[in-house]
């Protein structure tokens, strides 16, 4: 009789089925906790209507329970689960939410308050991370805190100024806080998120050389050619799309034109990324041209598939983002110095301020509806931050990433939970605008500005007629409200979003 194969052959033999099966088990219990994150938040949110606990916390919770459980296992797959790979969440998890930030965006009220916007996401962001990099490095140098080179604090002050309200902008909407407000909180953001990673891209590849003031001017030439060039990357995808649908004819096979559309979506930020720029910046910007322009050229089976498919990803990979970092706050156990928590929270709140009140006065001298006192305080008070901080925070250069890390996942949980939880008492302080539902049907068929008609009109006569293949017949629908995205679930960024005009 043959022997039979002993126990290490047959782990030797069938070893790549081992790996399987172990990927298998990791993704197990992985969807397991994606699934249980989603109806924690569901029942916190749409049953308990609990207004200290917002959905995004909910969530973080969750993940924290999820990590607390893996490393009482101490497994080799309970620790996989723990870890937080920056590349995932660049690569895979933020392009679906960052372009259905600017597919599902109310483009009327966007641009009505673009300089607003513009202002806080590009200069504010700009002051608050020179604020909050230069002050961290002061109290380094005279020994108050971790001694971090210029370079480090730049890139720190970077990092640090993504802002993610998510659970704001669920609040807001949900509450039918003014949408001037809403909107500059929300463009703000999205474009707060490009801006930041691309200012801390551009002040890393400095950390552990020589800073010098060419350094600054350098920094910035380079901030100004990535920002562009991957706005012009997106654009183009998006025209490019437009073009494609108006010209090619897909004999009503839906299941072809959405596989086109949705592959177009992930494309200009692969392209972008493979030329050295920023794919965030330009899926966000083709997410908008694709709307305005493609989105008129496909079936309108295709149109509701494709604007459901892409409000439910974002959801998802939104929800895994912040289970994610849920999970992995046991794992950051070492760089826990008090000084430079402290410090580093302390100059948050100051850079944000530093851009939020004196950008406001100066806006104020233009704007025709000016930005009130409490509406200030209302900006200052959004200042979250989220998983784009913490993983930008998780590829930081340099001997001192486990600080940068712990330090930024401090400062997460302090703004989501306290900030976060805090936002309707806020709201109620200081008597922010409630719309009631007359009042925001009212407002939604309210003259445009006269600027944004003009815009109206050259795109209608010169870039329309290119581009679409109806130009008489667009697909404008009638305005819904400021906070809805036109799909049946929520969208966690985009309580932000709206179907658009």
């Known amino acids: 009789m043959e022997e039979l194969p002993h126990e290490n052959d047959l782990v030797e033999r069938h070893g790549g089925a081992t790996d399987e099966i172990q990927l298998a088990v990791f993704f197990t219990f992985f969807l397991v906790l994606v699934l249980g994150s989603i109806l924690v938040s569901n029942k916190v949110s749409h049953h308990w209507h609990c207004k200290t606990l917002p959905e995004a916390a909910a969530i973080i919770l969750v993940g924290i329970i999820g990590g607390w459980a893996c490393k009482l296992h101490g497994g080799p ?14 690569i895979v998890l933020l392009p679906p939410i960052i372009f259905n930030s ?38 380094g140098k005279i020994g108050w805190s971790v001694r971090l080179s210029i370079a480090e604090g730049m890139a720190f002050g970077a990092l640090i100024s993504a802002t993610d309200p998510v659970s704001t902008l669920a609040i807001f909407q949900e509450l039918r806080v003014d949408p001037t407000l809403f909107y500059i909180v929300f463009g703000e953001s999205v474009l707060n998120d490009a801006v930041g990673i691309v200012l801390f891209t551009t002040f890393a590849k400095f950390v552990g050389y020589v800073y010098t003031p060419m350094s600054t001017v350098f920094a910035l030439l380079d901030f100004v050619l990535i920002f562009v060039g991957s706005t012009l990357v997106g654009v183009f995808f998006g025209v490019l799309s437009a073009l494609l649908f ?51 050229n496909i079936s ?19 929800a895994t983002v912040f289970l994610n970092l849920g999970l992995c706050v046991f794992s950051v156990q070492h760089g826990y110095h008090f000084g430079l928590i402290f410090w580093a929270l302390l100059f948050c709140f100051i850079g944000r301020a530093a851009h939020v009140y004196p950008l406001s006065a100066w806006l104020n001298r233009s704007l025709k509806v000016p930005i009130t006192a409490n509406q200030q305080h209302m900006l200052w008070f959004s200042g979250l931050r989220g998983a784009v901080a913490f993983a930008l925070a998780s590829s930081f250069p340099g001997e001192h990433r486990e600080d940068i890390v712990a330090t930024t996942m401090v400062i997460v949980l302090v703004t989501v939970f306290a900030m976060g939880g805090g936002t309707v008492a806020m709201l109620d302080r200081l008597k922010i605008v409630r719309l009631t539902p007359e009042e925001e049907q009212a407002l939604d068929k309210a003259v445009r500005p006269a600027e944004r008609m003009q815009l109206l009109q050259f795109d209608d006569m010169y870039i329309t007629p290119l581009l679409l293949r109806d130009p008489e017949k667009p697909a404008r629908k009638v305005i819904p409200r400021f906070g809805d995205t036109g799909t049946d679930g929520d969208n966690a960024n985009s309580s932000s979003s709206a179907e658009s005009t």
């Open 300 to 318: 309108m089976k295709a149109r509701e598939l494709c604007s459901k498919m892409f409000s439910t990803m974002a959801h998802l990979t939104e």
């Open 246 to 296: 108006k010209h090619f004819d897909f004999k009503d096979c839906v299941l072809h034109e959405v596989g086109v559309y949705v592959t177009f979506s992930y494309l200009p930020f692969v392209a972008s990324t493979a030329m050295d720029m920023s794919g965030v910046v330009s899926i966000l910007f083709a997410g908008i041209a694709m709307k305005h322009y493609s989105h008129n």
């Open 102 to 139: 600017g597919y599902t965006m109310k483009r009327r009220f966007f641009f009505e308050n673009i300089k607003s916007i513009l202002s806080f996401a590009i200069l504010g962001t700009f002051i608050s991370n020179v604020v909050v990099g230069v002050l961290l490095y002061a109290v």
């Open 77 to 90: 797959i309970a620790k996989s689960l723990t870890v937080f790979d920056p590349h995932t969440f660049f």
